[in-house]
Structure formats: structure tokens, C-alpha cells
């Protein structure tokens, strides 16, 4: 009855475990996204060392750095409108 007084709708484990393994997914993802984005960028593909040196240490540091901004920016946004979406359609019907 949560749901009736704008409280959030119970879940059952099959859809907690679905929504974590959804969440898993999507973090596996960014992860890989951004380990071969900035891979390409910041690492020749005819390296000659097994560590990095200094330029490429900065450069995946900085890569990385900016991956993350992007993301939190675009989640945000993405957010936002999500909320103003819900926020036109939730009062539709209830100005009377």
C-alpha cells in the first residue's frame, strides 16, 4: 500500500537480484568502454616496456579522469529529464 501515498513499491528478490545484475552489466560495461577507450589513446600499440612511463601514466590518468566526468554529467542530465518527465505526467489528470 506504500505505492498509494507516493511511497516506492516493494520488491521481490527475483526483481532485486535482476536490477543488481543489471547494474552489474552496466558498470562491467563502462568499465570496458572506458579501459579500451583510453587504452587506444594513451598507450602505442608497439610498446616496448612492460611498465608504463611517465607521458602514458599521465595521459590514462587524465583520460580516466575525464571518462568519469563525462559520465557523472551525463547521468545527471539524463536524470534530470527522467525527473521532469515524470514530473509532466504525474500531474496530468490530478489539476482538477
Known amino acids: 500500500m506504500s505505492f498509494l501515498f507516493g511511497g516506492r513499491p516493494q520488491l521481490s528478490s527475483a526483481e ?21 577507450s583510453c587504452a587506444q589513446k594513451c598507450i602505442p600499440p608497439d610498446y ?3 611498465d608504463l612511463n611517465k607521458g602514458e601514466s599521465v595521459c590514462l590518468d ?16 539524463m536524470q534530470n529529464e527522467a525527473s521532469g518527465k515524470q514530473g509532466i505526467h504525474g500531474s496530468i489528470g490530478y489539476g482538477m
Open 62 to 77: 587524465r583520460c580516466v579522469s575525464k571518462f568519469f566526468e563525462v559520465n557523472v554529467k551525463v547521468s545527471e542530465k
Open 48 to 50: 616496448r616496456e612492460g
Open 16 to 36: 532485486k537480484i535482476a536490477a543488481a545484475e543489471t547494474e552489474i552489466e552496466m558498470v562491467s560495461d563502462m568499465f570496458n568502454r572506458l579501459t579500451q
